[in-house]
């Protein structure tokens, strides 16, 4: 089955403790992105990667890390997470470039709900 | 002003009712339209792409005005089943998404 898949699902943690979502991705999908969304913010993109060792910026990248040592993979980290990291963070991933009709549709992950007290 | 916007909602409507939600986008040079569905802390997942001529996938109808740079959706006969939250997302450069518009169809 093609998916996305993200752990956790759950996560509360403290202040300052060193974390890391992995994101993973059997559909051979050269972009893969990272979002959070907030009530009434909607879906912010944090990193994305457009291939293997290929990352950028996007919106809201502040107190994030990102890397993409393989296809599949794209894991987020926080190195040191603070409570406005609190939010719903989802995994993305798409063929890379414009199709037929532009750009080509995201598959998500099931999202991590992060908790930093 | 907001790359992508949309109707804030929330709508509320009776079963078998007929719904429409606009969104405006900022960038004409926007490639791709599309519309998600968003389950409760759920991810979205595609609904429909929205191309330039229109399209319709059963009660589902979305249409594109490049020249005003909105987008829209109509859902004819709402079911319980719609109700969800409706994501307008656009391609340029990168995809961009609206807030979402609530749907709540009641009996």
């Known amino acids: 089955e093609a998916q996305v898949t993200q752990n956790p699902r759950y996560l509360i943690t403290v202040t300052g403790k060193k974390l890391t979502v992995t994101c993973s991705q059997n559909?051979?999908?050269?972009?893969m992105s990272w979002y959070r969304q907030d009530p009434g913010l909607g879906l912010r993109q944090i990193y994305y990667?457009?291939?293997?060792?290929?990352?950028d910026k996007g919106d809201v990248p502040e107190g994030y890390k990102v890397s993409r040592k393989e296809k599949r993979n794209f894991p987020l980290i926080l190195e040191s997470p603070s409570p406005n990291q609190t939010s719903l963070y989802f995994c993305?991933?798409?063929?890379f470039g414009t199709g037929v009709s532009g750009y080509y549709e995201q598959y998500f992950g099931p999202g991590t709900r992060l908790t930093v007290t | 002003r907001k790359e992508v916007e949309q109707d804030p909602g929330p709508f509320n409507v009776p079963e078998g009712a007929t719904v429409a939600f606009n969104c405006t986008y900022s960038?004409?040079?926007?490639?791709?339209f599309f519309w998600y569905r968003q389950d409760c802390r759920k991810e979205p997942k595609l609904l429909m792409s929205?191309?330039?001529s229109g399209n319709e996938d059963g009660r589902f109808t979305a249409q594109l005005n490049r020249a005003s740079q909105y987008i829209s959706l109509l859902i004819r006969d709402s079911k319980l089943s719609d109700s969800a939250t409706y994501l307008c997302?656009?391609?340029?450069?990168?995809?961009?998404f609206g807030a979402g518009t609530r749907l709540t169809v009641k009996p």
């Open positions: 993305a991933s798409s063929l």
């Open positions: 559909m051979n999908h050269e972009y």
């Open positions: 960038n004409s040079a926007s490639q791709s």
């Open positions: 997302v656009v391609g340029v450069g990168d995809m961009r």
């Open positions: 990667s457009m291939n293997v060792e290929v990352t």
């Open positions: 929205v191309y330039s």
